[in-house]
């Protein structure tokens, strides 16, 4: 089964943005969805990255294809997108781990792992609005590829 985990620097507070994270997951059921959040509490922001590297490493399964969430990544139209995850998908790739970083972004060593990095665009966005964004893509990813008609080109 096709499974997909989402490794997010940032602990997400009870309300709407949680609540819109738990609607997401809970309707990728043909595909299993799981957050991982990691939290580092040093303050200095040097320190503070790498031990957030630390962090994220700690929890990647070294078989899982690993996609980064980087504005150096490559910008994926929607359906771009949903292709992408069927290639992976239909090669045989079992998981997904995709890695979202904190204030700081990622060392050159977490980017240096990544099988793909994607782009939101070229903006900087906070973690907990590129968490909804990603599970929203990855569900409309769903969506099209089982042929429903969520997805509208326009």
């Known amino acids: 089964m096709f499974k997909i985990d989402v490794v997010v620097v ?22 299993p969805t799981q957050i991982i959040e ?6 200095d922001p040097v320190k503070q990255q790498l031990e957030e590297q630390k962090l ?14 980087d504005e150096r990544g490559d910008g994926l139209r929607s359906l771009d997108f949903a292709d992408t995850l069927k290639k992976f998908r239909d090669g045989g790739t079992d998981k997904i781990t995709f890695l979202i970083g904190g204030a700081s972004g990622f060392t050159e060593e977490v980017r240096n792992k990544a099988d793909i990095m994607i782009s939101f665009g070229q903006q900087t966005w906070p973690h907990i609005m590129v ?3 990603l599970l929203e893509q ?4 769903q969506q099209i590829l089982s042929g429903h008609p969520y997805h509208r080109e326009g």
């Open 10 to 31: 940032g602990k997400l507070k009870k309300g709407p943005w949680f609540d819109l994270c738990e609607d997401y997951v809970s309707r990728l059921r043909l595909w």
């Open 38 to 43: 990691v939290e580092s509490k040093i303050t």
């Open 56 to 69: 994220i490493l700690e929890k990647i399964d070294s078989t899982s294809l690993l996609v980064v969430l």
């Open 131 to 133: 968490r909804v964004m």
């Open 138 to 141: 990855i569900y409309r990813a």
